[in-house]
């Protein structure tokens, strides 16, 4: 059973570039959550997703942020017109069910934005 | 302020030593605490989740205690091993929603 699954795992984009990070839960989990890492800083969360539904995007940036997960494919996070401060490592984790039970990170995503 | 706080922030400890790595919290109302392990370039990895009603649970070399009433964790690290070279993450499940409150990690280097 394969873990979280996510590509590319390092990202160079040029400022002003659109940026698209793609997380695979684990088989048989329907309940995605993605997370900001900053250097130096602790994991923030940003949007939980289930099938073809956000169910909380509060923590995601009003403005250039987007994220989806398909009935089928993975998730995709989408950041547009990137800028230096989107630098930072992304991780995606999933869940069987809600937050109630655990969720299982994915190896993340490394964006760094030149 | 951040709802989670970690100390030490980095430790340095010799091979096969002990230690113990502390977690404040003032997330309330409170589900559950974990604790995660973060290998450099890696997504953090479960080592023990924790109710309120639980005050301590072991995972192999790794013991992690809590004390719901001062919002206290913390994680003792038995005969350290070189592996455990990592940042140690506590987390804390908020009761009634999906929500996740992270700390900054607990950087822990091993030194044979």
């Known amino acids: 059973n394969a873990g979280v699954m996510q590509n590319p795992r390092h990202l160079v984009r040029r400022r002003g570039q659109e940026a698209r990070l793609r997380c695979s839960p684990m088989?048989?989990?329907?309940?995605v959550y993605w997370y900001r890492q900053l250097p130096e800083e602790g994991l923030k969360f940003m949007v939980y997703l289930q099938k073809e539904n956000i169910i909380d995007e509060s923590g995601m940036p009003k403005e250039r942020f987007s994220a989806e997960f398909p009935k089928e494919g993975p998730s995709i996070l989408r950041i547009q017109q990137v800028v230096r401060g989107d630098s930072a490592a992304y991780f995606c984790?999933?869940?069987?069910?809600?937050?109630?039970?655990?969720?299982?990170f994915g190896p993340g995503t490394r964006l760094t934005v030149t | 302020k951040n709802q989670v706080e970690q100390s030490p922030q980095s430790l340095i400890i010799l091979e096969g030593k002990n230690c113990t790595l502390q977690?404040?919290?003032?997330?309330?109302?409170?589900?559950?605490l974990r604790w995660y392990k973060q290998d450099t370039g890696r997504g953090p990895v479960s080592l023990t989740i924790?109710?309120?009603?639980?005050n301590t649970k072991s995972n192999g070399r790794y013991t992690a205690t809590l004390d719901a009433d001062t919002k206290q964790s913390s994680l003792h690290i038995t005969a350290s091993q070189l592996s455990d070279s990592a940042s140690y993450i506590c987390v804390v499940r908020v009761r009634g929603n999906n929500r996740l409150a992270f700390g900054k990690g607990n950087q822990v280097v091993v030194i044979p």
């Open positions: 977690c404040n919290y003032t997330v309330s109302p409170f589900s559950n």
């Open positions: 984790a999933s869940s069987p069910g809600d937050s109630f039970r655990e969720q299982y």
């Open positions: 924790m109710t309120f009603s639980e």
């Open positions: 088989k048989g989990h329907s309940h």
